[in-house]
C-alpha cells in the first residue's frame, strides 16, 4: 500500500510539472514578446567606435553593392533587444543578409553618437532608431522612433520596413 501512496504521490507531482511547463510554455507562444524582452545581449559596441564602423560597413557596401543599415540604441533598452531578435529570424535574416550591412551605434543613455545620428537625419526620440544609407553614405531613409515600441509590435513590421528598403 506504501508503494502505491509513494506512485500516486510521484505521479500527481509530475502532472503539477507538466502542468506548469505547459503553462509557460504557453504564456511564451501566445506573447513572444515577453520572451523577447527576458534576454539581454550585448548588442552595441563601444561608444567611440561608431564611425570606424561606418565607414567599414560604407566600404563593404561599395564592394558588395549593398545599403547600410544603422541600429541607433543601446544594450539597455529592451525595444532594441526585441528588434535584434526580429532582425535574426526569418525572413528578416535572409533579408538583412541579401541587402544590408548593418552598424549598432551606441548611443549611449541618449547622451552618444548623437552628432552621428544627427548626420543621418535621425533625431533620436526613441530607440532604436534606425537609417538605410548608400554606399556612399547619402540618407535613403531615416526613422524617428516608428520602432520604439518594438516590444509591441511584430515582426512582420521589420519585414516591411527590410522590404521597403533593400536595394
Not at 45 to 64: F, H, V
Not at 100 to 105: H, L
Not at 153 to 162: D, R
Request: with cysteine; hydrophobic share 45%.
Amino acid at each position: 500500500m506504501q508503494v502505491s501512496t509513494r506512485l500516486k504521490t510521484m505521479a500527481a507531482a509530475t502532472t503539477r510539472a507538466l502542468l506548469v511547463g505547459c503553462t509557460l510554455l504557453a504564456g511564451i507562444a501566445a506573447a513572444p514578446h515577453a520572451a523577447a524582452q527576458m534576454m539581454q545581449k550585448h548588442l552595441y559596441p563601444e561608444i567611440g567606435s561608431a564611425q570606424a564602423d561606418i565607414n567599414a560597413a560604407l566600404a563593404e557596401a561599395k564592394r558588395t553593392h549593398k545599403r547600410v543599415l544603422l541600429d541607433f540604441g543601446g544594450d539597455w533598452c529592451g525595444d532594441c533587444q526585441v528588434l535584434d531578435i526580429y532582425f535574426h529570424q526569418a525572413p528578416n535574416a535572409e533579408l538583412l543578409e541579401k541587402n544590408f550591412i548593418k552598424v549598432n551605434v551606441n548611443i549611449g543613455h541618449q547622451d552618444a553618437n548623437l552628432d552621428i545620428a544627427r548626420k543621418y537625419g535621425v533625431p533620436v526620440h526613441g530607440v532604436p532608431a534606425l537609417a538605410v544609407i548608400d554606399a556612399n553614405g547619402k540618407v535613403v531613409v531615416a526613422q524617428d522612433k516608428e520602432f520604439s515600441d518594438m516590444r509591441h509590435m511584430e515582426p512582420a513590421s521589420v519585414t516591411e520596413f527590410l522590404t521597403k528598403w533593400k536595394r
